[in-house]
């Protein structure tokens, strides 16, 4: 197993689970932000997005969302939600992100879904990566092992994040068996529905022009 790291990355694996965090925002939705829009004559998810910072540009930032979060008294951990909901890894949430992260099954739809087809385009089967990922070869990767070597495969989503998935039993270890558990078996990268995802290539490329765009301003 990988040795101890202090570097922030890491750190941030403290930052609790992510399924809790999800289900503190979604009753905070329902409850404080739906609420807060419709006070400004704004309804659903866009209004709740533009309150929280999407009006303007159809992005929300990291400073955004923290400070409308913190504003409102949110109850759970903003930067870790913002952490969970960018999967890109981009610095930025669209509407698109946003709606999603107000389903059911966002994490198997978001997340875990975007690691798999990162996978799934370099490996045939869990195993393979796994040893790839196993660098010490004792059949087990804590966070600074697991996140360093995906970053090595070229992941560009948070590995933090993948981490504090595949470890739903928080023993601070990712197995084979959980690495199965979570993401079953490989196979051909799953493309999302239209309605339900912007194509990754139009998607990204219009986040880096409204990130430049929101940085220049």
Do not use: W
Not at 36 to 47: D, L
Not at 184 to 192: M, Q
Request: charged share 35%; proline share 2%.
């Amino acid at each position: 197993m990988g040795s101890r790291c202090s570097c922030e990355r890491c750190a941030k694996l403290k930052m609790g689970d992510p399924v809790k965090e999800l289900n503190t925002f979604k009753q905070f939705y329902k409850d404080t932000m739906l609420a807060e829009a419709r006070k400004k004559g704004k309804n659903g998810i866009t209004g709740a997005f533009e309150e929280l910072g999407g009006g303007n540009d159809g992005q929300v930032t990291r400073e955004e969302m923290v400070r409308y979060l913190t504003r409102h008294d949110y109850p759970g951990d903003a930067n870790a939600l913002f952490d969970l909901v960018d999967i890109d890894n981009e610095g930025l949430i669209s509407k698109t992100e946003f709606g999603q992260m107000t389903e059911a099954n966002f994490i198997k739809k978001g997340p875990v879904r975007a690691f798999k087809n990162f996978l799934s385009k370099k490996f045939g089967r869990t195993e393979d990566a796994f040893k790839v990922l196993d660098e010490s070869h004792d059949k087990q990767l804590d966070a600074n092992e697991f996140v360093t070597n995906v970053e090595k495969m070229g992941y560009e989503g948070d590995g933090n994040i993948i981490f504090q998935i595949l470890d739903d039993n928080h023993d601070g270890k990712v197995t084979l068996a959980d690495l199965q558990k979570v993401l079953g078996k490989l196979k051909a990268p799953e493309e999302p529905a239209e309605s339900e995802f912007d194509t990754q290539a139009s998607h990204t490329s219009e986040k880096h022009k409204k990130k430049r765009k929101k940085e220049k301003s």
